[in-house]
């Protein structure tokens, strides 16, 4: 079955304890991207790649780290995260930008 | 810089209503504009697309309406059920860019 997987599914952390998102599709994809989701705001991309060893900010970058060292799987970091970073986080990927974007289901963090 | 606007951000209809969901862009070099749909829980998932060489595309119950000269691009449901109820995203990218870039949602309730 063609999907894009997330885990962990829901996090509940504390303030300045690094944690990893991964996030892996198994459609062959050449682009990949994080999306965070918050009320009112949309779906604000993070950081985006558009193949191996290929990665670009998004429009709100600040306190995430991303690494593309397969072509499979994207990997969202958090060094240090801050209680603003409580959100909705979605891994997405598709063939090109004009393609259809596949969504993962979601991670829901939680930064206390 | 919200550069493609949703409105509204919520909507309530009745079973067999027409649903409209309105968004307006402002970077002329955007020639792709896709809307998905969100259920609770759920990832987005790509629902219809449309390029500016139309101004209109429809599938099933589900229809775009495209006014390139006014920068606007809207959602017909018709027929609205129940089961349509979900948040809905417009979004934009161009064959150019490298990114697509999405609306604020509309959260859509159908009452029975």
């Known amino acids: 079955e063609a999907q894009v997987t997330q885990n962990p599914r829901y996090l509940i952390t504390v303030t300045g304890k690094k944690l990893t998102v991964t996030c892996s599709q198994n459609m062959n994809h050449e682009y990949m991207s994080w999306y965070r989701q918050d009320p009112g705001l949309g779906l604000r991309q993070i950081y985006y790649s558009m193949n191996v060893e290929v990665t670009d900010k998004g429009d709100v970058p600040e306190g995430y780290k991303v690494s593309r060292k397969e072509k499979r799987n994207f990997p969202l970091i958090l060094e240090s995260p801050s209680p603003n970073q409580t959100s909705l986080y979605f891994c997405?990927?598709?063939?090109?930008?004009?393609?259809?974007?596949?969504f993962g289901p979601g991670t829901r963090l939680t930064v206390l | 810089q919200q550069q493609v606007k949703q409105s509204p951000q919520s909507l309530i209809v009745q079973k067999g209503g027409i649903s409209i969901i309105n968004c307006a862009y402002e970077n002329t070099a955007f020639d792709y504009f896709p809307w998905y749909q969100q259920f609770p829980g759920k990832g987005p998932a790509l629902l219809i697309a449309i390029r500016p060489d139309v101004s209109e595309k429809k599938e099933g119950r589900f229809t775009i309406s495209f006014n390139k000269s006014a920068k606007q691009f809207s959602l017909h449901i018709m027929d609205s059920q129940p089961g349509d109820s979900a948040t809905y995203f417009c979004?934009?990218?161009?064959?150019?860019?490298?990114?697509?870039?999405f609306g604020t949602g509309t959260r859509l309730a159908v009452r029975p």
């Open positions: 997405a990927s598709s063939h090109g930008t004009l393609g259809e974007q596949f």
């Open positions: 979004a934009a990218s161009s064959s150019s860019g490298d990114k697509l870039t």
